[in-house]
């Protein structure tokens, strides 16, 4: 049903572009990173495990989608035919978003990166063969948490805007960046909306009380209600444009207030990392690891573990409405 997934966005989805990026500090290539994964090794994804991109490429029948850093130079192009993720860990809405973290590929680049990618296939299948190919393949996007924390952190940037125009101002650049996707033949997209970000252990370790941080978590309200409206604007004006909307708050929510039906006991703490909630220094070699990754909703300070990526895509796959809107991914790929 689904001959390719191309994926955008930031480290919930990054395979391993960020591998590539000489200077770059967002990087997870090695232990304990990958510690659950089938290798037993670190890939450059940000989890103990497979992450959301591996779950949905599992869901309809595809390997992952390789990372575009990887597979750029192989002169054999037909590994872009079943999909490529230009995800890159750092990367926001915004291209400055990724300042401190010294490189990632912006989301402008991933989309010139599939521009790239759109030309090759269609001079691989023909203009017409290409077309119905992409038409059919599914657009996942990732993005935003970066540009809240961002804003979030910096002064400068709250002076200049508040926090409904900083929101408007994101969902109106990622309508710019979507419409690109249309005109390189995309048709059917999988929009992610932010999670929970004010309750990571990263936010929590802020509070003494080790509470959520609310305007943190408020942000990202608003920025997914901005988002949605946006998808609705874009469906009436681009043709044939359909899409999947997933409420991650809403689910991120009440797995964090009602944890123990999805098999989870630690809902604070990261499962990699050192100090007060394993969130004063990040998930590298040093750092310890929890014996059980499957009851912990983080792996480190950022990052869900491998069983929180998978419940986000079962949902996002059968969810109910409350949750997937307009409709679920089921019902988006047999649109």
Same mark, same amino acid.
């Given at each position: 049903?689904?001959?390719?997934?191309?994926?955008?966005?930031?480290?919930?989805?990054?395979?391993?572009?960020?591998?590539?990026?000489?200077?770059?500090?967002?990087?997870?290539?090695?232990?304990?990173?990958?510690?659950?994964?089938?290798?037993?090794?670190?890939?450059?994804?940000?989890?103990?495990?497979?992450?959301?991109?591996?779950?949905?490429?599992?869901?309809?029948?595809?390997?992952?989608?390789?990372?575009?850093?990887?597979?750029?130079?192989?002169?054999?192009?037909?590994?872009?035919?079943?999909?490529?993720?230009?995800?890159?860990?750092?990367?926001?809405?915004?291209?400055?978003?990724?300042?401190?973290?010294?490189?990632?590929?912006t989301l402008t680049k991933q989309v010139d990166y599939y521009g790239t990618v759109h030309?090759?296939?269609?001079?691989?299948?023909?203009?017409?063969?290409?077309?119905?190919?992409?038409?059919?393949?599914?657009?996942?996007?990732?993005?935003?948490?970066?540009?809240?924390?961002?804003?979030?952190g910096k002064s400068d940037l709250r002076k200049k805007s508040t926090p409904e125009q900083?929101?408007?101002?994101?969902?109106?650049?990622?309508?710019? !960046?979507?419409?690109?996707?249309? @005109?390189?033949?995309?048709? *059917?997209?999988? &929009?992610? #909306? =932010? /999670?929970?970000?004010?309750?990571?252990?990263?936010?929590?370790?802020?509070?003494?009380?080790?509470?959520?941080?609310?305007?943190?978590?408020?942000?990202?309200?608003?920025?997914?209600?901005?988002?949605?409206?946006?998808?609705?604007?874009?469906?009436?004006?681009?043709?044939?444009?359909?899409?999947?909307?997933?409420?991650?708050?809403?689910?991120?929510?009440?797995?964090? !207030?009602?944890?123990?039906?999805? @098999?989870?006991?630690?809902? *604070?703490?990261? &499962?990699? #990392? =050192? /100090?007060?909630?394993?969130?004063?220094?990040?998930?590298?070699?040093?750092?310890?690891?929890?014996?059980?990754?499957?009851?912990?909703?983080?792996?480190?300070?950022?990052?869900?573990?491998?069983?929180?990526?998978?419940?986000?895509?079962?949902?996002?796959?059968?969810?109910?409405?409350?949750?997937?809107?307009?409709?679920?991914?089921?019902?988006?790929?047999?649109?």
């Amino acid at each position: 049903m689904v001959p390719a997934v191309f994926v955008f966005g930031d480290s919930l989805v990054d395979v391993g572009n960020n591998n590539y990026l000489p200077i770059s500090i967002a990087k997870a290539d090695f232990p304990h990173n990958g510690i659950d994964f089938p290798t037993k090794k670190p890939t450059g994804r940000f989890s103990n495990g497979k992450n959301a991109a591996d779950f949905i490429a599992e869901k309809v029948g595809l390997p992952s989608s390789p990372p575009y850093l990887a597979v750029k130079s192989n002169k054999n192009k037909a590994s872009f035919l079943t999909g490529v993720s230009f995800a890159s860990g750092g990367a926001g809405i915004f291209n400055s978003s990724d300042q401190s973290l010294a490189q990632s590929i912006t989301l402008t680049k991933q989309v010139d990166y599939y521009g790239t990618v759109h030309k090759d296939l269609v001079q691989q299948m023909g203009p017409s063969a290409a077309q119905e190919h992409l038409s059919k393949s599914l657009f996942a996007i990732v993005v935003g948490s970066n540009d809240i924390f961002d804003y979030s952190g910096k002064s400068d940037l709250r002076k200049k805007s508040t926090p409904e125009q900083f929101v408007n101002l994101m969902a109106a650049t990622l309508k710019g !960046q979507l419409k690109r996707l249309y @005109g390189y033949g995309a048709r *059917k997209f999988v &929009c992610v #909306g =932010l /999670g929970v970000i004010g309750c990571i252990p990263a936010q929590r370790i802020k509070s003494q009380t080790e509470e959520c941080n609310e305007e943190a978590s408020h942000w990202s309200v608003m920025y997914n209600e901005a988002l949605k409206s946006m998808l609705q604007e874009l469906k009436s004006e681009l043709n044939g444009m359909t899409y999947t909307y997933f409420d991650t708050y809403s689910v991120m929510q009440s797995i964090i !207030q009602n944890p123990t039906p999805q @098999g989870f006991t630690e809902v *604070k703490s990261a &499962c990699c #990392g =050192l /100090g007060r909630l394993k969130a004063k220094v990040p998930c590298i070699p040093i750092s310890s690891v929890c014996s059980n990754r499957s009851n912990h909703v983080f792996w480190d300070l950022y990052h869900p573990t491998q069983a929180t990526a998978r419940i986000f895509v079962d949902t996002i796959f059968d969810g109910p409405s409350q949750y997937t809107f307009p409709i679920n991914l089921r019902n988006l790929i047999a649109a």
